[in-house]
């Protein structure tokens, strides 16, 4: 086969190629039927992965990479990340009134949209930042300055659990407590 007739890959697939971290080879092969140069040089227009970091990271990208080369896996990915991430969302939202880990699972379901999802890999790294400055700001306040933070923040819960089972479950802690207390 003559190598100036061979037909470069496609622009749009080159392109795409790109996107997902993949560097695209334009060289064109020798002749070699098989597009290798003495077995050093890849096919023209053949994706070639693009150096990755070793580790759990570099492992969970190639993997993820794999799965979004064929458009089946691609959507069918797009569906999970999606359902996965509703499901540890709704759940800390359910338990953002109650004391414990809401607001960290709602953090950690936008971290799993993230992975597929560029509005809300945006949205983490808006929150990551926020909680950041927040944090610095507290921590560079006086001992009781966050003694009094942690005062509001207390009361703050206690009044969010009282309320939730005094309306949901018919329990008022604080009349139970009252008229313990009266009678004992």
């Known amino acids: 086969m003559d190598p100036t007739t061979t037909a470069d890959p496609p622009k749009g697939a080159a392109r795409a190629a790109e996107r997902r971290g993949y560097g695209v080879s334009t060289e064109r092969d020798s002749g ?3 597009g290798t140069s003495g077995g050093t040089a890849s096919r023209a227009g053949a994706a070639v992965p693009a150096p990755r970091r ?3 990271r570099g492992r969970v990208n190639t993997t ?4 979004r080369a064929n458009p089946t896996g691609r959507i069918t990915l797009k569906i999970f990340i999606a359902i996965a991430g509703a499901i540890v969302v709704t759940v800390g939202i359910a338990l953002i009134p109650l004391p414990g880990p809401g607001w960290l699972l709602v953090i ?3 971290g799993i949209w993230a992975v597929e999802f560029h509005w809300a890999r945006r949205l983490l790294g808006f929150t990551r930042r926020h909680v950041q400055a927040w944090t610095r700001w507290v921590t560079s306040r006086s001992f009781p300055v966050r003694f009094v933070l942690g005062a509001v923040g ?3 819960v206690a009044t969010v659990v009282w309320l939730s089972l005094k309306y949901s ?3 008022d802690l604080v009349a139970r ?3 313990y207390l009266a009678t004992h």
Do not use: E, K, N
């Not at 993820?64 to 799965?67: E, T």
């Open 154 to 156: 207390l009361v703050f």
């Open 169 to 171: 479950l018919g329990i």
């Open 64 to 67: 993820l990479d794999l799965i």
């Open 54 to 56: 070793g580790g759990w």
């Open 177 to 179: 407590t009252l008229h």
């Open 108 to 110: 950690a379901g936008l």
């Open 32 to 34: 070699d039927p098989r």
